[in-house]
């Protein structure tokens, strides 16, 4: 019968007969299912299994710090290596407003640092050119059940995909997948995660766009308009928890209309400063969606605590569009 104890028992047994004495590699985006397949590889083969987490300078207040600390705490210890790569993704986003461009370039550079971390981290285990250059690598991919049926029984769509992650390394090192979630539901690999010990901050986390804040910036994205989102968002995302509505709310985007002004008076001066539109919405799966109706005293406090407590945004502005015919993101 279907016990997590079980499904964590067989996979253990299984990655550690696929991986034998190979080395496994895996990118963590902070979410559950990449989370919970490292914690599965990580108890089967230990230090062999090391992560990867690329930090784009997209992400929101103190996230990083959290699932570096979080991941830490709940896998006893597993091996991450942080990148910081906020330059390296500023840089090549400055002057960029298009909506696709953006994700272009932040998916090319996020290959472009996972890989050459995991350059490194091949050549240091003797992978690449030392003692076990004929030993395997592994790159472990969070693939749920229904990643396998919507790719037509391939590999999986979660994550990154397997081909992009070898481009950059010798042609004679191949990569094998590791997915032990291949056979669960999202609801299952929660379940999973809980019982490996792994924080509720990241086995209940609410889903989160790999680009980032990147596309939740309508205008060119920049450090200071980044600054400015996530303090604003920070605001919404404590009101909302505070409010007990995490569960209800599928997710609640916070976005900024950089290239939007309005007159406003704040303190004692009239200012012409940016909107914020907040995007609560309830889901099931993310391919519709309804706006979300948030009890008028929160959306009344998170409105007051941002025009109040963030100078340069003197309009918050709620969103009231389903999906269709508007998308969760607004790029
Ligand atoms: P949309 O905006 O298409 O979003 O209604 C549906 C769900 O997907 C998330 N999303 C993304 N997740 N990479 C991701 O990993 C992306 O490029 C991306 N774009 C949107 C979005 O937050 C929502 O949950």
Redesign the pocket.
């Given at each position: 019968s279907w016990t997590t104890g079980n499904v964590i028992e067989e996979q253990v047994s299984r990655i550690r007969a696929q991986v034998g004495e190979g080395a496994a590699i895996c990118a963590l985006s902070g979410g559950v299912d990449s989370a919970v397949a490292a914690a599965l590889v990580q108890r089967a083969i230990g230090d062999r299994l090391t992560c990867v987490y690329v930090n784009h300078g997209l992400m929101r207040q103190d996230e990083s710090e959290q699932i570096e600390k979080a991941f830490g705490e709940s896998t006893g210890g597993a091996k991450l290596i942080m990148v910081d790569a906020e330059e390296q993704f500023l840089t090549a986003l400055a002057g960029v407003t298009d909506p696709e461009q953006k994700?272009k370039i932040i998916g090319h550079e996020f290959i472009r640092s996972f890989e050459s971390a995991q350059e490194d981290i091949l050549r240091e285990r003797g992978v690449i050119e030392g003692d076990h250059a004929e030993a395997k690598a592994f790159l472990v991919q969070g693939t749920l059940y229904p990643d396998v049926v919507e790719s037509g029984g391939g590999e999986g769509a979660a994550n990154i995909k397997s081909h992009h992650n070898v481009g950059g390394l010798p042609e004679d090192l191949s990569f094998e997948l590791v997915e032990p979630l291949r056979a669960l539901f999202k609801d299952e690999v929660r379940a999973v995660g809980s019982e490996l010990g792994l924080p509720d901050e990241i086995v209940w986390r609410q889903?989160?766009?790999?680009?980032g804040l990147g596309?939740r910036i309508i205008g060119e994205v920049t450090k200071e308009r980044l600054d400015i989102l996530r303090h604003a968002d920070a605001i919404a995302r404590a009101e909302l928890t505070a409010a007990g509505l995490d569960r209800d709310i599928w997710?609640c985007p916070v976005v900024l209309l950089a290239e939007v002004r309005s007159v406003g008076v704040q303190g004692d001066g009239r200012t012409y400063g940016h909107p914020v539109v907040l995007r609560p919405v309830t889901s099931d799966d993310?391919m519709t969606a309804d706006w979300a109706k948030v009890p008028y005293d929160v959306l009344s406090r998170i409105s007051t605590r941002i025009t109040n407590e963030v100078r340069e945004i003197n309009r918050v502005t709620l969103d009231i569009t389903s999906?269709p015919p508007g998308?969760?993101?607004w790029e």
């Open positions: 994700r889903p989160f766009p790999g680009p596309i997710q993310a999906k998308t969760i993101e």
